[in-house]
């Protein structure tokens, strides 16, 4: 996906689960934003005005948030309902 400031965001599942990112121009080398506690991040979402990236687990059941400006991050819901729901 791309998203505000000219960047490509990404996730990956399995062993090396994580959020990446890395400019569009390749000025910079890949970022990864956020890779403890996650599995299998995935239906990436960006609110580019308020630079915040959304994403579901649904391995783990629940819908994160993290701020790009400082890094910080969240829990918005647990539920089992986001394992069925993304699952079909």
Request: aromatic fraction near 10%.
């Amino acid at each position: 996906m791309v998203g505000c400031c000219r960047k490509l965001y990404w996730s990956e599942c399995g062993r090396s689960a994580a959020v990446r990112s890395v400019n569009l121009d390749g000025s910079a080398a890949v970022s990864e934003l956020v890779s403890d506690g996650v599995r299998c991040p995935s239906s990436l979402r960006l609110d580019s005005p308020r630079r915040v990236l959304y994403w579901v687990d649904p391995d783990l059941g629940v819908i994160s948030s993290l701020m790009l400006d400082t890094g910080h991050r969240r829990v918005c819901i647990r539920s089992d309902f986001v394992r069925y729901y993304v699952a079909w």
